[in-house]
């Protein structure tokens, strides 16, 4: 396997292949380039987001809003369906799959963060490192301030509260906040 092969299965992997970094360096550039631009710079920031996020032109113009600023490690591990908004400060650590669902909203500074470390200092100290997948179903809203671990899927129709840290998966159609996040309650769909 390849280090990109074993980083999007979630196996331990080199960080500082040659190819990952190439991969890496080239997202972080786009998405420099993609918060250099005004709200009004429409175009330029779809062609961005097109090569970031290896989509089609409708998709980015129909589908996909990020407010900016964006910061993700390969964008190309980022999957979005339709009618997707994201504030202020967008964390997308991609190193494993991020699958987003349908009509999903972020509010400013949403972290979703696949990577993970050893816990043993011999493997973290050879910079290896693995990740963790991230799903969001359909219908979700992730308020402010809110961390998503690798490993946690959210159920399509839940609501994260501010300043929540999501360690453990949520089930669909609930609203859970906190540190780390807890079911509050359940949401009565109409």
Known sequence: MTEFEKMISGNLYD????????LRQKAHRLCLQFNQLFDTDEVARCEILKELLQVTNE?????????????FDYGINIKIGKNFYANFNT?????????IGD?????????????????????????????RPI???????????????????IGSGSVIGAGSVVTKDVP?????AGNPCKVIKSINQN
């Open 172 to 176: 669909p159609d609930v609203f859970a």
């Open 135 to 153: 799903e969001i179903g359909n219908n979700c809203w992730l308020a402010s301030n809110v961390t998503v671990i690798g490993g946690v899927k």
């Open 91 to 99: 964390t997308i650590l991609d190193v494993c799959p991020v699958t």
């Open 15 to 22: 960080a500082s292949d040659p190819e990952l970094v190439f």
């Open 59 to 71: 998709q980015v113009e129909n589908d996909i809003y990020f407010q900016g600023s964006i910061f």
């Open 103 to 131: 009509n999903v909203m972020l509010g400013t500074n949403v972290s979703l963060l696949t990577p993970m470390h050893p816990m043993n200092f011999q493997e973290r100290n050879k910079m290896l490192e693995f990740g």
